[in-house]
């Protein structure tokens, strides 16, 4: 069964960066679009980008455009969210989640989550 695990969150001032990763078991990883997610306290879960199996096409909420970058690494099994010149509303738990496979080996899977603070 495949599984999620996330790293890279932590405690960054306003304008810093992080690098999240998210690391897949299995071997259906490079055959899946990969998203990434946030949640806010007091807010709704939300899309904010994605990457295709691929890696040949990326998108991204506008608010985040210009700032995140979304990669992934195939061999690894691993996919990557580059926050630069972070600000504090994007304060959030993020989650990578993995979609596609078959028919018969569906594949709808959420990374644990990673917390990333911005603050002075």
């Known amino acids: 069964q495949v599984q999620l695990v996330q790293s890279g969150g932590g405690l960054v001032q306003p304008g810093g960066s992080l690098r999240l990763s998210c690391v897949a078991s299995?071997?259906?990883?490079?055959?899946?679009?990969m998203n990434w997610y946030r949640q806010a306290p007091g807010q709704q879960r939300e899309l904010v980008a994605g990457i295709t199996s691929s890696g040949s096409s990326t998108n991204y909420v506008p608010s985040v455009k210009g700032r995140f970058t979304v990669s992934r690494d195939n061999a690894k099994s691993t996919a990557y969210l580059q926050m630069n010149n972070l600000k504090p509303e994007d304060t959030a738990v993020y989650y990578c989640?993995?979609?596609?496979?078959?028919?018969?080996?569906?594949?709808?899977?959420w990374g644990q989550g990673t917390l990333v603070t911005v603050s002075s």
């Open positions: 299995g071997n259906i990883f490079s055959t899946a679009v």
């Open positions: 989640y993995l979609q596609g496979g078959s028919t018969w080996d569906p594949v709808d899977v």
